[in-house]
Structure formats: structure tokens, C-alpha cells
């Protein structure tokens, strides 16, 4: 029950996560007057929905996306282009350019989406991206800052009998603030202390027992290949700062950023690792919502000693802030349908108007968005074939 649970949070995160996206494209879409028919999240027959005002509001059974619908995404191309085929038949692209403008209620053409300034449709396509990151940190931030991370402190837990440290006279309570006369904030610093030590050499560490400091000799012995002295420390729970949570945003950027780089090897030996049925799959390989789904499992049912709910509360928030985070970049890649792909089209009209003007040509007008139709389906083509892969790839050989 409680694996379930957790396949259920991590749906609702999901879906959350998505509505947020695409208000993000919604709310400045209104401001700016461009009509916006539709409000969906999903894709597939719609299950419920509701029209308030000129816009209707949804939701649809296939839970992996959702949209915003904005009339006239697509321009009516420049005078003298292609509209045929080699057969006489409408092209994708004119076939796009022509239903875009056929939606366009008469006398509102000034409301269509190619017809808005730059700067609005950038705002509209930026914004849903914004969200993603947005939620990412509040997430984060809750999760690392209000409700914290438990970690070692430096207090002692527990001290062997007959270990090192107990014939040093070291005791249950014990807070570790020094050795060998150099001061240590944490416990990988008291661990790094006790591992420069020699097996057999004695080592100066300094103990706060109430209000007295205590120098005590504690001879370190060996206990595969490293010196121990036989402790344990207490956990604790701390709350980062605003720079420990940009810190952590920025590493897990980084890291999702290089995954993203190395997304088409990554799939491919991904698919290798299918063929290879008595090798376990690369723990760092790519997975999708299934292998998601399941260690939200994981989370809710995991019954480690020491892992409070608050410990679990943390993980989800964390879980769906690496979500969020990979959102945002994923819909930065420059290829349409992202929202990348409009983003760095209205960046190339607004750097041709630019140079147009600087050599005194007329304006071109709008870009023509929908010359790309093909690579378009390309891409969406290749994301189905990646979605339906990862799903195969995590149930048939999770991580």
C-alpha cells in the first residue's frame, strides 16, 4: 500500500507540475490579449472540461503533458512561397499556415500569436520554462531548508567496548571538536583526521564532555585498510542557507545538463542493455516516469531505521524538484515543439528585422515557423520512440 502511495504522489506531482508549466505560458498570454481557445492538461480524449469565458478549461486521460492553445502560432508566410507538392497537393507547412489563419476570428487578427511583439512571445514561451525552475527551487528549498537533511554531527552516538576510543576514555555524548590540534567543523573532517593517522600511532583528539574540553590520546587501529577508533556519530538534523541551496541547484543543473549532452549514447546503450539480459542495467543510465514511479515506491515504503517522515516528505519534494529541473532544460533545447523551439524563433526574427533595417531593406515580417513542420515531426516522432523506450527499458530492467 504505502509503494502505491508513493506511484500516486509522485502522479499528482507530475500533474501539478505540468498545469504550473503551462499557467506560466497561460497568464501572460491573457495579459497580452492573445486569444487562447483552450487550457488542457494532457493529451488524448478529454475527460473533463469546462469553458469559462472564451477559454476551455481540461483535462485528458494521457497525463504526460498538456498545452496551451493560442490561435495563429503559425504566420502566413511571405508572398511567393511553396503552398504545392510534386503531386499539386497542399505542403505540411502551408496546410499549418492556413488552418492557423482560418482559427483567427474576423476582425481579431491583431490577437493571433505571430502578430504580438517579440518580446510578448518570448515572455509566453519563456515563462512555462521559468515555472519549471521556479517550482524546482521551492521544492528544494523546502525540502533542504525547512524541513532539513539528516547528517552526522559530531556528537558521539555510540563507542565499542574495548575499541580505541574507549580505552582513550572517549564516552557516549561526547562531541569530537579537535585533532591533532587542528579544529573540525563536521564529521567528514573528524573522519579525514582519523584516516591520516597511522594504525598504531596515537593521535590528539579534542572532546567536549558539558562544559569541560578534554584532551584525550586515542591510538587509531587498522579495520579494512583505513584506521578506526571505533565510534559512532549521533544524527542530526540540519537546514541549509539560501547560497547551501543554490549550491545544490546548481550542481544537480550541471549534472542534468551533461546527462541531456550525452542523451543519444545514453538511449543507445540503454536499448544495448535490453539485448543483454545477464548484465544489470548502468545505474546512471537514463529512465523515464516508470523508473520515476518506482522509486517514489520505494520512498513511501522504505522502512530504514531513522528514516522519519519528514526524511520522506524531503525525498519527494527533492525527487520532484530534479523533475522540475529537467523540465527546464529539456524545453530550452532550440527544436520546435518545445518551447525552446518558438523562443529562438522570435530571437531570429527579431535578429533579421534587425538587420534588414541596418541595410535599409523592408521589413520581412514574421517567421515563417512552419518551413520546419518536418523536423518538427521528426522530433516529436523521436520522442514517442524515446517515452515508449525508457518505459519498456524500466519495467523490463530497472535501475
Not at 11 to 22: D, N, W, Y
Not at 103 to 108: K, L, M, R, Y
Not at 132 to 160: D, K, Q, T, W
Not at 303 to 309: C, D, I, M, S
Request: glycine share 12%; hydrophobic share 45%.
Amino acid at each position: 500500500m504505502s509503494y502505491i502511495l508513493g506511484v500516486i504522489i509522485l502522479v499528482f506531482g507530475l500533474v501539478a507540475s505540468i498545469a504550473l508549466h503551462e499557467l506560466g505560458h497561460f497568464i501572460p498570454a491573457k495579459r497580452f490579449g492573445i486569444l487562447t481557445p483552450q487550457y488542457m492538461i494532457g493529451f488524448g480524449p478529454t475527460i473533463w472540461s469546462k469553458k469559462i469565458g472564451e477559454t476551455e478549461y481540461g483535462v485528458k486521460w494521457i497525463l504526460l503533458g498538456g498545452y496551451v492553445h493560442m490561435v495563429g502560432m503559425y504566420a502566413p508566410g511571405r508572398v511567393g512561397r511553396k503552398t504545392t507538392n510534386r503531386k499539386g497537393e497542399l505542403t505540411w507547412a502551408e496546410q499549418a499556415r492556413q488552418e492557423a489563419v482560418a482559427e483567427i476570428p474576423s476582425g481579431q487578427e491583431s490577437r493571433a500569436f505571430y502578430a504580438r511583439p517579440v518580446w510578448q512571445r518570448l515572455v509566453v514561451m519563456l515563462s512555462g520554462i521559468l515555472m519549471n525552475l521556479a517550482l524546482s527551487l521551492l521544492c528544494v528549498g523546502i525540502a533542504l531548508g525547512a524541513i532539513g537533511y539528516a547528517a552526522p554531527s559530531l556528537r558521539l552516538a555510540e563507542v565499542s567496548a574495548g575499541s580505541p576510543a574507549a580505552q582513550a576514555g572517549m564516552q557516549v555524548g561526547d562531541k569530537i571538536v579537535g585533532i591533532d590540534g587542528s579544529e573540525v567543523s563536521d564529521w567528514a573532517a573528524v573522519q579525514q583526521g582519523i584516516g591520516r593517522t597511522l594504525p598504531g600511532k596515537p593521535a590528539r583528539i579534542a572532546v567536549q564532555r558539558g562544559s569541560e574540553r578534554l584532551e584525550l590520546s586515542v591510538t587509531p587501529r587498522e579495520s579494512g585498510g583505513r584506521s578506526v577508533i571505533g565510534v559512532l556519530p549521533a544524527s542530526q538534523r540540519y537546514r541549509a542557507t539560501p547560497g547551501d541551496i543554490l549550491k545544490y541547484e546548481w550542481a544537480v543543473m550541471v549534472a542534468t545538463s551533461k546527462i541531456l549532452v550525452a542523451l543519444p549514447v545514453k538511449l543507445w546503450e540503454t536499448t544495448l542493455s535490453l539485448f543483454e539480459t545477464e548484465k544489470p542495467r548502468d545505474p546512471n543510465s537514463v529512465m523515464g516516469i516508470v523508473g520515476m514511479g518506482q522509486i517514489a515506491g520505494q520512498i513511501a515504503s522504505t522502512k530504514a531505521p531513522g528514516f522519519t517522515l519528514a526524511d520522506r516528505v524531503a525525498s519527494f519534494l527533492l525527487m520532484m524538484g530534479s523533475l522540475n529541473l529537467t523540465l527546464f532544460l529539456f524545453n530550452l533545447i532550440p527544436l520546435m515543439p518545445l518551447d525552446g523551439g518558438q523562443a529562438a524563433g522570435a530571437v531570429f526574427e527579431q535578429l533579421r528585422r534587425w538587420w534588414c533595417r541596418l541595410r535599409g531593406h523592408p521589413d520581412p515580417g514574421p517567421v515563417d515557423l512552419a518551413r520546419v513542420l518536418p523536423l518538427t515531426a521528426a522530433v516529436v516522432v523521436a520522442f514517442i520512440g524515446m517515452t515508449v523506450l525508457l518505459i519498456v527499458a524500466d519495467i523490463v530492467k530497472p535501475v
